[in-house]
């Protein structure tokens, strides 16, 4: 019985590939009928695995089946005057298969120059050194990254089953007014990540986050990040005057 | 000041310094030297260590420089700090960031031109890991995303710059008749 390891195709190109490794067969020279045979065997047995999968290498089957039609055509002779481009059906497939293999070989090398540079290791940082860079390298985190946190500390979040139903606890408006006032007091700034930890049900989590979004908007507040897919730290923006007329509409609209 | 302090200042930079060093910014350090004296004693430094055969690499990755450890010592390094969660890429992932990285920018349908399979998985991944980006969109109907490499897949691969990528082999007839594919 056949045994097949889908894993080990990376894709119908890849499968071709190792069909013309294993006959020795010449790239530049495919017996196209034999392969297309030899091609459909394996397909049929990848069909018994996984449907989802058999989908692109349907659609290679297809080409095969095609080219090989048109090598049993005659060629057409005598009708131009002259039998210019007379091309072969398979080569357009041997461009892609050369090139394919291309990637494939230097993906290879890829992983061993990671794998080289996986056993250098540099520095895992230091506490001084955070302290420098939180001056200056800091910069603004985009509505992606907030989403991105959110998402996280969203999955974070185990999942009861059985959950008594609250009623509209907690209010946007009065999460703007909580932020307003934790962003004022004291602290200088809030990681959003213990922000949110703070929160007790999924429902405070998104009015507060709602509010966070809003606060941004009126731009009473900031969010950075110190590095890429870091910390997201809430500020309050400075020198920045809101006329609290606007925030009455607004938040009135909650 | 001399070639000989530089160095003594790099030395602790490098030391402290998580992320690669570029020649720019170490010229915003020592005003009163140039590009060139900064490069020198980098170069000093980098074959000092080697000729002390020192556990310690200055290494050129990502345009600039940085401390890393001999690949030598690292199976000791794992046994002592216990082995990292590695950043292992899947082959199907090699193949995509190998056409990303000599195509770009190159739009989704191209690469999956290439692979013959679809790529949405894979260039997600990609994407959160930081190791490809998005770099515009094509002018053509569909105004379809453009991917590019980002710094960080120069850091987790060592490379210095796009062009210090290893040469695409040309194949060919022998070639692909004898070549041992790793299937």
């Given at each position: 019985m056949y045994r097949v390891?889908?894993?080990?195709?990376?894709?119908p190109l890849d499968l071709l590939l190792f069909l013309i490794k294993k006959e020795q067969i010449d790239i530049y020279d495919i017996p196209i009928a034999k392969i297309t045979e030899q091609y459909l065997e394996y397909l049929d047995i990848i069909k018994l695995f996984d449907i989802s999968v058999a989908g692109e290498y349907i659609v290679m089957a297809a080409t095969l089946m095609q080219i090989k039609s048109r090598c049993l055509l005659p060629q057409q002779q005598d009708t131009g005057p002259v039998p210019e481009?007379?091309?072969?059906?398979r080569e357009e497939l041997v461009l892609r298969l050369i090139e394919y293999k291309q990637f494939k070989e230097v993906s290879i090398t890829l992983s061993e120059i990671h794998q080289k540079r996986t056993e250098m290791l540099k520095r895992q940082g230091t506490d001084f050194q955070v302290e420098f860079q939180k001056q200056d390298k800091i910069f603004e985190a985009s509505l992606f990254d907030l989403i991105a946190a959110f998402s996280r500390v969203l999955k974070g979040i185990p999942k009861d089953t059985f959950r008594e139903v609250i009623?509209?606890?907690?209010t946007v408006e009065e999460k703007i007014a909580q932020l307003r006032q934790k962003v004022s007091i004291g602290a200088e700034e809030i990681v959003l990540n213990v922000l949110i930890a703070s929160a007790a049900s999924r429902l405070e989590i998104v009015a507060l986050f709602l509010a966070l979004l809003e606060l941004i908007r009126l731009k009473e507040i900031e969010v950075f990040q110190?590095?890429?897919?870091g910390e997201v730290v809430v500020k309050k923006r400075i020198l920045e005057f809101v006329s609290s007329n606007l925030i009455e509409q607004v938040t009135g609209n909650w | 000041m001399n070639n000989k302090e530089i160095k003594r200042i790099l030395e602790a930079m490098f030391f402290i310094s998580t992320e690669p060093i570029t020649v720019q910014q170490l010229k915003d350090v020592f005003i009163d030297a140039d590009a060139g004296m900064i490069k020198e004693a980098i170069v000093t430094f980098q074959n000092e260590l080697v000729e002390k055969n020192s556990a310690l690499r200055i290494e050129e990755v990502a345009g600039g420089f940085q401390m890393t450890t001999s690949s030598d010592v690292f199976p000791y390094l794992r046994n002592f700090?216990?082995?990292?969660?590695k950043q292992k890429f899947s082959s199907a992932s090699l193949e995509t960031l190998a056409i990303i990285a000599y195509?770009?920018?190159?739009?989704k349908a191209e690469v999956e031109f290439i692979r013959?399979?679809?790529?949405d998985g894979v260039t997600t991944t990609l994407l959160e890991r930081d190791i490809i980006k998005v770099v515009g969109h094509k002018?053509?109907?569909?105004?379809p995303i453009l991917y590019g490499t980002t710094k960080t897949f120069l850091e987790v691969f060592g490379?210095?710059?796009?062009?210090?990528?290893p040469q695409l082999k040309q194949f060919t007839k022998q070639d692909i008749e004898i070549s041992e594919n790793k299937l």
């Amino acid at each position: 019985m056949y045994r097949v390891n889908l894993d080990v195709f990376e894709g119908p190109l890849d499968l071709l590939l190792f069909l013309i490794k294993k006959e020795q067969i010449d790239i530049y020279d495919i017996p196209i009928a034999k392969i297309t045979e030899q091609y459909l065997e394996y397909l049929d047995i990848i069909k018994l695995f996984d449907i989802s999968v058999a989908g692109e290498y349907i659609v290679m089957a297809a080409t095969l089946m095609q080219i090989k039609s048109r090598c049993l055509l005659p060629q057409q002779q005598d009708t131009g005057p002259v039998p210019e481009n007379v091309s072969d059906p398979r080569e357009e497939l041997v461009l892609r298969l050369i090139e394919y293999k291309q990637f494939k070989e230097v993906s290879i090398t890829l992983s061993e120059i990671h794998q080289k540079r996986t056993e250098m290791l540099k520095r895992q940082g230091t506490d001084f050194q955070v302290e420098f860079q939180k001056q200056d390298k800091i910069f603004e985190a985009s509505l992606f990254d907030l989403i991105a946190a959110f998402s996280r500390v969203l999955k974070g979040i185990p999942k009861d089953t059985f959950r008594e139903v609250i009623k509209d606890e907690f209010t946007v408006e009065e999460k703007i007014a909580q932020l307003r006032q934790k962003v004022s007091i004291g602290a200088e700034e809030i990681v959003l990540n213990v922000l949110i930890a703070s929160a007790a049900s999924r429902l405070e989590i998104v009015a507060l986050f709602l509010a966070l979004l809003e606060l941004i908007r009126l731009k009473e507040i900031e969010v950075f990040q110190e590095k890429a897919f870091g910390e997201v730290v809430v500020k309050k923006r400075i020198l920045e005057f809101v006329s609290s007329n606007l925030i009455e509409q607004v938040t009135g609209n909650w | 000041m001399n070639n000989k302090e530089i160095k003594r200042i790099l030395e602790a930079m490098f030391f402290i310094s998580t992320e690669p060093i570029t020649v720019q910014q170490l010229k915003d350090v020592f005003i009163d030297a140039d590009a060139g004296m900064i490069k020198e004693a980098i170069v000093t430094f980098q074959n000092e260590l080697v000729e002390k055969n020192s556990a310690l690499r200055i290494e050129e990755v990502a345009g600039g420089f940085q401390m890393t450890t001999s690949s030598d010592v690292f199976p000791y390094l794992r046994n002592f700090f216990g082995q990292k969660p590695k950043q292992k890429f899947s082959s199907a992932s090699l193949e995509t960031l190998a056409i990303i990285a000599y195509r770009q920018p190159v739009t989704k349908a191209e690469v999956e031109f290439i692979r013959g399979v679809n790529v949405d998985g894979v260039t997600t991944t990609l994407l959160e890991r930081d190791i490809i980006k998005v770099v515009g969109h094509k002018e053509v109907p569909g105004r379809p995303i453009l991917y590019g490499t980002t710094k960080t897949f120069l850091e987790v691969f060592g490379i210095n710059d796009l062009s210090m990528l290893p040469q695409l082999k040309q194949f060919t007839k022998q070639d692909i008749e004898i070549s041992e594919n790793k299937l």
